[in-house]
């Protein structure tokens, strides 16, 4: 069946570096990917999508790239801050999505 | 604007017992609907999907169920709890790309 392999699974930057999360997905079809952002005990935030006719977009210290002929695609966090710190998702799909199993960032003061 | 709404927000049952958990949409119509689960810890899985009244795909075989009744209403339901279905679940609606979740429901089966 489907599948997103997300990596890593906990992340640790210091403030003001630069955090990278990759996912892989197996579907071809799959022509949506976007990120989510959970805070403890909290729904999922959608914090930037990309579709399969685009290879980047960025949205002021976030950044996703996607590459379709691998079947990869990333997440680009510059300039850390303490409340970038939660879980990012990703996921893929059509009209429904598979997701990644997290990766929880940790952004250190 | 349209807004989406779950309830409840928390729930313990005992193992055997029956479950409802309520999801509406508002503002908008014929929404693609879903209900996730997530473990304590873990990702979203994904376990029903409706593309429109009375149509619904299940993703996982467990001893959920859900329906939908009206259109911008989902019901996730289960007849008899076991410990394994505690989590965290998610409604969600989506309109053509993405999806906005509901606030979740998070149930401990005791």
């Known amino acids: 069946g489907e599948n997103v392999e997300q990596h890593p699974s906990t992340l640790s930057v210091q403030e003001g570096d630069s955090a990278v999360i990759k996912c892989t997905y197996s579907d071809s079809a799959s022509n949506y990917f976007p990120w989510y952002k959970q805070e403890l005990g909290k729904r999922p935030q959608l914090i930037i999508d990309?579709?399969?006719?685009?290879g980047e977009k960025k949205d002021q210290r976030i950044a996703v790239t996607l590459n379709k002929t691998a079947k990869h695609f990333s997440l680009h966090i510059t300039e850390t801050q303490p409340e970038d710190s939660a879980v990012y998702f990703c996921?893929?799909?059509?009209?429904?999505?598979?997701f990644g199993t997290g990766t929880r960032l940790k952004v250190l003061a | 604007s349209q807004t989406i709404h779950q309830w409840p927000a928390t729930l313990v049952q005992p193992v055997g017992s029956p479950l409802s958990l309520e999801c509406t949409v508002e503002?908008?119509?014929?929404?693609?609907l879903y209900w996730y689960r997530q473990a304590a810890g873990r990702g979203l899985q994904l376990l029903f999907y409706s593309v429109g009244i009375g149509q619904i795909s299940s993703e996982v075989p467990q001893n959920l169920s859900a329906s939908r009744p009206q259109d911008r209403q989902f019901i996730l339901s289960s007849k008899k709890l076991l410990l394994s279905d505690s989590g965290f679940y998610l409604c969600?609606?989506?309109?053509?790309?993405?999806?906005?979740f509901g606030s979740g429901t998070r149930l401990t089966v005791v």
């Open positions: 996921a893929a799909g059509t009209y429904k999505y598979i």
């Open positions: 503002g908008t119509s014929n929404p693609n």
């Open positions: 990309i579709r399969s006719n685009v």
């Open positions: 969600a609606w989506s309109p053509v790309y993405g999806y906005t």
